[in-house]
């Protein structure tokens, strides 16, 4: 088991342009989350999978934002016509079945710096 | 909805001191509470969690939480700190297998 894997780990790029964002959860988990931290701040959830279903998504995720978790397994999130606010960290977190109580494991995080 | 408070954005330290770092939430249901740590540059470790049970829960490290109902907080302890405990410690809280609220974080500095 080597834990949540995110990739890249640091992302710069345009303002304007498109990025795409990648996380692998640890095997068997069925939960998937996307947080984004900012400079100075806690996490502000973005938007939760259960399995391929988006269950939940956060208002601060904009109609540029997207993100999708394809038969399951991982999840990408993308930012269309990216804004220098959204410089910040981006972080995915995996967790088990409902048994085993809400424990969410973090990935390190992509950093996105949009110039 | 719930909500974090963090009431000491930074905690100076001397090393091998005792250190309390103070986390009060608000929810309107049953909740799950949790401590996590992050070191420069890298995501969050888990470091303690109260899911049900005993109201005192250890964690790694050598930390340690107290969840306090009646006062809706859930303070982290550790009695001696050292140099390595220097990062940034979140509470967290999620009313159930959703979402987690954290926040704003306390800067835990260790001098020697």
């Known amino acids: 088991d080597t834990g949540v894997s995110q990739d890249p780990r640091h992302k710069i790029t345009k303002r304007g342009q498109n990025v795409t964002f990648r996380c692998d959860p640890i095997s068997e988990h069925n939960r998937l989350y996307w947080y984004r931290q900012t400079l100075g701040q806690g996490p502000e959830f973005l938007t939760y999978f259960q399995n391929e279903a988006q269950l939940e998504k956060s208002r601060l995720l904009s109609d540029r934002f997207s993100a999708e978790r394809p038969k399951g397994s991982f999840s990408t999130l993308e930012i269309q016509r990216t804004e220098q606010g959204d410089s910040a960290m981006y972080l995915c977190?995996?967790?088990?079945?409902?048994?085993?109580?809400?424990?969410?494991?973090f990935g390190a995080g992509t950093r996105l710096s949009v110039l | 909805a719930q909500s974090v408070t963090q009431l000491d954005s930074q905690v100076p330290v001397f090393e091998e001191a005792p250190v309390e770092l103070r986390c009060n939430y608000s929810?309107?249901?049953?909740?799950?509470l949790f401590w996590y740590v992050q070191y420069p540059n890298q995501g969050l470790q888990l470091l303690l969690k109260?899911?049900?049970?005993?109201?005192l829960v250890k964690g790694i490290n050598g930390f340690e939480a107290e969840f306090n109902k009646s006062q809706t907080s859930f303070h982290l302890r550790k009695p001696s700190v050292h140099i390595s405990d220097t990062a940034e410690y979140f509470c967290a809280v999620s009313g159930g297998f959703q979402k987690l609220v954290f926040g704003t974080g306390t800067r835990l500095l260790v001098s020697p």
């Open positions: 977190a995996s967790s088990p079945p409902p048994r085993y109580g809400n424990i969410q494991y």
């Open positions: 109260y899911l049900s049970g005993s109201t």
């Open positions: 929810s309107s249901v049953s909740v799950y």
